[in-house]
């Protein structure tokens, strides 16, 4: 329900901006038209693992990892992104989702970006060491919202390059458990985590972007 829940509210978000984008494009020729692609590098505080039982617990705070694509016309700019958050605790996770905001000029080629986001976050199985059993379940997923503010630089002709700043919160929880054997071969320890929580941090970008100012319709 909460996985359905959360496609819906992309599926409706994407016809909303779809909507303002077309409708932009129609009324204001030659207002940028921009299309952007960008690998993201950063540092991500997270805290979407919690050991309730079991008393094995490390930080899930590590790099992150990601690919985002930004479509705007005008001021109006939605798209989607994909992150690898950091992996701890025999966790890992990830996110997918869409964008939806505002891109504004702040100097010929540096642009200010507020954009705000909605998606599924995806915890997996993800063992630190041959020993570690496979979590239970082995996959659970959560929708999240959330909202980043970044910096883009066109550097060269097509070379994008940026800073982002980002923030999300996971909807709801779920619990997963982690059994892990004995080095020794005794009895092994299992692990109760909750999982869905708040999760920031801040990345580089470096991508591509081709934008113009001529109108869709030349005729």
């Not at 605790?89 to 505002?102: D, E, H, P, Q, R």
Request: charged share 15%.
């Amino acid at each position: 329900m909460k996985r359905a829940w959360g496609r819906g509210l992309l599926f409706g978000a994407a016809l909303v901006v779809g909507s303002g984008l077309a409708g932009t494009a129609r009324a204001e020729e030659g207002v940028e038209k921009a299309i952007s692609i960008a690998a993201s590098y950063g540092s991500e505080m997270n805290d979407t693992v919690r050991a309730t039982s079991g008393g094995f617990y490390q930080s899930n705070d590590g790099a992150m990892i990601g690919i985002t694509g930004i479509v705007s016309v005008g001021p109006v700019a939605a798209g989607a992104s994909a992150e690898l958050a950091p992996s701890g605790n025999g966790i890992g996770s990830k996110t997918v989702g869409g964008l939806a905001g505002v891109r504004l000029p702040v100097r010929p080629h540096l642009r200010l970006l507020l954009l705000g986001e909605a998606g599924i976050r995806n915890f997996y199985d993800a063992p630190e060491s041959l020993g570690d059993d496979p979590v239970t379940p082995g996959e659970l997923s959560l929708p999240y919202v959330g909202g980043r503010v970044g910096l883009s630089w066109l550097a060269f002709k097509h070379v994008d390059l940026g800073v982002m700043a980002f923030a999300r919160t996971d909807i709801g929880e779920g619990t997963m458990v982690v059994q892990r054997s004995s080095l020794l071969g005794g009895p092994g320890t299992a692990t109760t985590y909750d999982v869905g929580g708040f999760a920031a941090g801040v990345a580089l970008q470096v991508g591509i972007r081709f934008d113009t100012t001529a109108p869709f319709d030349k005729g």
